[in-house]
C-alpha cells in the first residue's frame, strides 16, 4: 500500500477502499501495469533496452502456474541489470504479481504480459501514431484492455456483469485525457500521440467520445464496489479535461480536493 501511495494517489484512494480479497487483487493489477508503464516512460533506457525488458517481463509472466511457485527469481534476474535505473514499483513487480488471490492472478499476469508486449511494440516502433487507427490501437493497448481486465474483476469478485465496449471506453477516455495532459512531456520524450493533422481539439473531440461510453459504463455498474472504485477517476478525467479546455494545465489541489468531496472521498 505505501508503494502504491507514492505511485498513484488518484487510485491508491479508490482502491484502498475495496472489500477485501478485491482492494489485493486491483492493488496487484495496478503495481503490475504501473511497473510496465515506468518502463516504457523511463527517461534514460534506449527503446530497444525498454522493448528487451518489457518482452522479457512478458515471457516471464506466461510461464507462470500458480502464487505459490512463482518464479521471483526470474524477475530478480531481468530486474537486476537495470537495478539502479529502476524505481522500486518495477524492480519489485514479481511481488505485485503475487498480491491477488490464485484464483484471480493468471488474468492479471495475462493482461501485463500482454500489455508487456504491446508496449515493446510501441518502443521498438518509435511511438509512431499517424492515424486515428493508430491512436486506437494505442488507447486499447495500454488502456482498454484495462477497462477489460476491471470487468473480469468485477465478475470474479461478486458477479456484476459490465458492457465491455464500455469497459474499453472508460480505460481509453481516461488515457486520452492523459495524452492530452502529458503533451509537453511527451514530446520532450520523442513521443507523439496525436494523428497527423490533429490539433488539440481533435484529441479533445477524441476523449469526450470515449468518456461518453465511460459515463455509460459508469451508470451500467449497481452499487458497490466497482461503482465507488470508478467514480474518482472518472470525474478527474472530465474536470481535466474541462480544465485543459480553459487553458489550464492540470486541476488545482482544491479542485481535487472538491472532487473528492463530491465523489464521497472526503
Not at 527503446?47 to 525488458?53: D, P, T
Not at 492472478?105 to 518502443?123: E, F, N, Q, V, Y
Not at 492540470?250 to 463530491?262: C, N, T, W
Request: hydrophobic share 40%; glycine share 6%; with cysteine.
Amino acid at each position: 500500500m505505501r508503494v502504491l501511495e507514492e505511485t498513484s494517489r488518484t487510485f491508491h484512494i479508490p482502491i484502498v477502499r475495496l472489500p477485501d480479497r478485491l482492494r489485493e487483487a486491483v492493488a496487484s493489477a495496478y503495481l503490475c501495469l504501473r511497473a510496465i508503464d515506468e518502463v516504457e516512460d523511463h527517461p534514460r533506457l534506449d527503446n530497444s533496452a525498454k522493448s528487451g525488458l518489457l518482452r522479457r517481463i512478458s515471457l516471464l509472466l506466461q510461464v507462470q502456474r500458480s502464487v505459490g511457485t512463482f518464479d521471483h527469481e526470474g524477475f530478480s534476474t531481468e530486474v537486476a541489470g537495470y537495478h539502479d535505473d529502476l524505481p522500486e514499483v518495477t524492480r519489485r513487480v514479481g511481488e505485485w504479481a503475487c498480491l491477488a488471490p490464485d484464483s484471480i492472478a493468471p488474468r492479471i499476469w495475462d493482461a501485463t504480459a500482454a500489455m508487456a508486449d504491446r508496449m515493446a511494440h510501441w518502443a521498438a516502433d518509435g511511438w509512431r501514431v499517424i492515424t486515428e487507427a493508430d491512436l486506437d490501437r494505442y488507447t486499447f493497448g495500454v488502456a482498454g484492455a484495462v477497462g477489460l481486465m476491471l470487468s473480469d474483476l468485477w465478475a470474479w469478485h461478486d458477479g456484476t456483469q459490465t458492457d465491455r465496449m464500455h469497459a474499453i471506453g472508460f480505460g481509453r477516455g481516461l488515457q486520452a485525457v492523459n495524452i492530452l495532459r502529458n503533451r509537453a512531456e511527451d514530446l520532450a520524450h520523442g513521443k507523439d500521440f496525436f494523428p497527423r493533422h490533429w490539433r488539440e481539439a481533435d484529441v479533445q473531440v477524441y476523449a469526450r467520445r470515449n468518456l461518453s461510453l465511460a459515463d455509460d459504463y459508469a451508470r451500467s455498474l449497481p452499487s458497490g464496489p466497482a461503482l465507488n472504485f470508478c467514480k474518482l477517476p472518472l470525474t478527474l478525467a472530465h474536470r481535466t479535461l474541462d480544465a485543459l479546455e480553459r487553458g489550464q494545465a492540470k486541476l488545482s489541489r482544491d479542485e481535487v480536493f472538491q472532487i473528492m468531496r463530491e465523489v464521497g472521498y472526503l
